[in-house]
């Protein structure tokens, strides 16, 4: 009778795609906390799986990044004749980053020095220290910590603390470098996010709420122009030079979709968010709005479709409150800061290509464009338009998180013709950066 019942549920499970288990089973942990991920993959035994359930378990497993592969099955227990058990099978990368590099784009060369660990105390939590260097400015620190996907990927709460010394070229609307700017700042920022959805047993949040608090001191800022290229003693239209000590609070609502699948290098899905609210500065409320989208696409087995947009305002007359578009982080072949303003708008195209996958070393190509404008107004935000093209070549080493060489070269499509190399490591845009 008994094994008449058990071939029923057997039979039962074919019918409708679902396995019964009684239990899970892990395999492989060496530094992951096996409560923790007890707790992310979050079923409640006994439970029914289906294949498509197992398939997006080991997508979720994935896509923290921490795992270099995933295997979920169901398999037998080898305790209790009959039963089954789901087995997760991986093996770990290596997280804990000493951060020495360099980045170079547009004229400006960057220098970081730092630790980090995206997976400290086997939890996914992220803690990070560095220094930065802009060019010859003083060294400046970042403290940050974060539980980017606490409770099985439902909150994020993350901290910053941020000392910044960086000059960098004061470019006019011609193109011309006609000095350099020099600021001084200390920044912190809290940002917590919730699930929209306040179904305890959706697994896939991927509607979240909530925002952050900013504040930012701001030391008097300094032009000094170069004599060769200028008589004037103040910075080009539309950079606001800070003459005294400043204090401004954000306070910014904000709302983020998330449905992105990580597979290590390569990214599938789409990620939007939207912060808006009052920058409160001196006894005055001033606005802030930006909206930025991440979408990426697998297809063909090794090739990434990458897409960024960027579109952002503000009514602060401040240069911690500008867009400064250039090759560092936003449009590859213009100098850093070429094109500035409180009203901007960017995107970046990527058609990216795995060509080869070592045990030890992945090689990605990629074709891009970029384009973007910015200025003191829309109106003017459009007439400063460019855009770039380019390729480049991504060296990855996939047994650790994150240690990847990227070299691009860009030259114009409009405006000036300038074209220029940019160097870093990892991706140019990427939407889960540590910081």
Known sequence: ???????????????HGTKHVSGLKLVGLSRTDPKWLEGYIDYRFPADVSEQELIDLRSRLVTTSVFTSVQVSVVPDPQAAGQQLLQVEVHERWTMIPVVRGAYGGGTPLKVLGLYDIHALGRLLTLGAETRQYGNAPPGFILYGRDP?????????????????????????????????STNMTLSRLRLLVPLSTDERE????????????????????????????????????????????????????????????????YDGLRTKLRLGPIISSGHAYSFVEGEADYYRIFGGSWNLAIRAVVGQSSFASLQSEYFLGGLDTIRGLPDGAIFGTHAAFSN???????????????????????????????????????????????AVPQVYRLMLRVDYAWSLTGPHRQGLTAGINQFFDPYTPL
């Open 149 to 181: 996907r606490g409770d099985s990927d439902r909150y994020y709460l993350g901290g910053e603390v941020w000392r910044e010394f960086r000059r960098r070229q004061a470019i006019d609307r011609g193109g011309t470098v006609v000095g350099a700017l």
């Open 1 to 15: 009778m008994a094994l008449c019942l058990v071939q029923a549920a057997h039979a039962q499970d074919s019918v």
């Open 203 to 266: 697994r896939a949040h991927h509607w979240k709420v909530g925002g952050e608090v900013e504040t930012v001191q701001e030391a008097p800022s300094v032009f000094d122009p170069d004599v060769t290229k200028t008589t004037s003693r103040v910075p080009p239209a539309g950079i606001a030079l800070n003459t005294a000590r400043r204090f401004s609070v954000k306070l910014l609502p904000s709302l983020l979709f998330d449905s992105i699948a990580v597979d290590h290098i390569e």
């Open 349 to 395: 195209f990527e058609l990216r290509y795995i060509a080869l996958k070592a045990q030890h070393l992945w090689l990605q190509t990629a074709a891009f464009v970029d384009a973007g404008g910015a200025g003191p107004n829309w109106s003017d935000g459009r007439d400063s338009a460019r855009s770039t093209a380019g390729v480049g070549l991504r060296f």
